[in-house]
């Protein structure tokens, strides 16, 4: 590779190391809390403007992926790899019952007003929640995994990897906080982000882990 491939693969990796860190640190119960106390009319608009920023933040992406291919899929394996990435958008349309959408975006909090650190999602379970508690990061490694690679391809694989284990771990203190022991039992009883043959429950422990949350509610 070039000096300059070695300069963008330095400035993508500083890139991501500064997207994270803002990404967790603005997602993090400390800072939405000194917000709401700082700026509570405008904390109906956090979780929209959390969003737009992600986005926006994501622009310079693609001026620093221009580097030597490391590997192409071809033949049976381009077959596979594709096959695998639309097996993981039929796996994200499958989740989206078990996520509050408008929620996500940031609409509803905007829509009704609240001035909540944490929007009042009920505990919900997809069919693929029996098997990863976190479908949607297992998804997204199988999709980025199974692409063409160049260098700047495989950094990025590496640290989005890396983040989606650390970020995993801190968004469960929050779903904690908020459902308690109905989630602390889902924990033991499934795996975080790779499915386990031995680390499942059925439809109608699931169904008694959501019926179990609502009562305490």
Known sequence: MTESDWRNLLLLSLFWLAYFSLHSALASLRVKNWFASRFPQRMPYYRLGFNVLALLTLLPLPWLFDSPTLWAWRGIGAWLSNGVALATVVGFVATLD??????????????????????????????????VRHPWYFLSLALIWTRDMNAAMLLSCVMMTIYFIVGSRLEEGKLVAVYGDSYRRYMKRVSGLLPLPWKSISAREAAELVEAEATTR
């Open 98 to 131: 078990a996520y509050d959408g408008r929620a996500f975006i940031g609409l509803r909090q905007r829509e009704a007003r609240t001035r909540r650190v944490e929007y009042p999602e009920r505990f919900r379970l997809s069919p693929l929640h029996r098997y």
